[in-house]
């Protein structure tokens, strides 16, 4: 089956604790891409990558950092800086980052604060 | 910066109505403009994509129509089902080409049976 996987569905930190986020797709997409949802509020970006080894900061990027080193994976690490990380994390893909190409979902992660 | 709103955040409708749902956006530079379905603790799932140029898009019993030029779209949703419960979410993608979608908040949709 293609399609994005991310893993894990649940996740918990301690303070002061670095966490990774994966995200794994199958579907050879050029370009991924990270969201964060809180409780009411729609998508935010916080990073974006167009294609192996590349990787942009998007709106909310301050207290996570990504790696590109794989066209099929996308880790999120959300750093001890990151001081409110208690969200819905969702990983996306599209063939292309040009806005003519629909960007597909994961299921996402749900990170919580110990 | 683009911002994006959708009205009603909430909406509960009996099984067979036929509803629409609101998305309007404040810079009407977009490339295109895509509603997504959302169930509980899930990902989104692409419904609808209407480009720029174009007026509405049509899928089974779903319809979206774009006026780009007062910033606003519609989601028409006919005979609605239970199984439309869902929370339908809309992004609009900028005209720089870049793939940074904006999204609104949501409508969250309960069809009654």
């Known amino acids: 089956d293609g399609g994005i996987t991310q893993s894990p569905k649940y996740l918990f930190r301690k303070e002061g604790q670095n966490v990774t986020l994966s995200c794994e797709q199958n579907?050879?997409?050029?370009?991924m891409y990270w969201y964060r949802q809180d409780p009411g509020q729609g998508l935010r970006l916080i990073y974006y990558?167009?294609?192996?080894?590349?990787?942009q900061k998007g709106d909310i990027a301050e207290g996570y950092s990504v790696s590109r080193e794989k066209k099929e994976s996308f880790p999120l690490t959300v750093t001890s800086a990151q001081k409110n990380p208690t969200a819905f994390y969702l990983c996306?893909?599209?063939?292309?980052?040009?806005?003519?190409?629909?960007?597909?979902f994961g299921d996402g992660t749900r990170l919580s604060i110990l | 910066k683009q911002e994006v709103t959708q009205i009603p955040a909430a909406l509960s409708v009996p099984e067979g109505e036929n509803l629409v749902l609101n998305c309007s956006f404040t810079?009407?530079?977009?490339?295109?403009l895509q509603w997504f379905r959302q169930d509980p603790g899930k990902g989104l799932t692409s419904l609808l994509l209407?480009?720029?140029?174009?007026r509405e898009q049509t899928s089974g019993r779903l319809n979206a129509s774009l006026d780009k030029s007062s910033g606003r779209s519609t989601l028409y949703i006919a005979a609605s089902q239970p199984g439309d419960s869902a929370t339908y979410l809309c992004?609009?993608?900028?005209?720089?080409?870049?793939?940074?979608?904006?999204f609104g908040t949501g409508t969250r949709l309960t069809v009654i049976p």
């Open positions: 209407i480009q720029s140029s174009q």
């Open positions: 992004a609009v993608a900028p005209q720089t080409g870049a793939n940074n979608l904006f």
């Open positions: 810079d009407s530079a977009i490339y295109n």
């Open positions: 990558s167009q294609i192996v080894n590349d990787f």
């Open positions: 996306a893909s599209s063939l292309t980052g040009y806005s003519n190409q629909p960007q597909h």
């Open positions: 579907l050879n997409h050029d370009a």
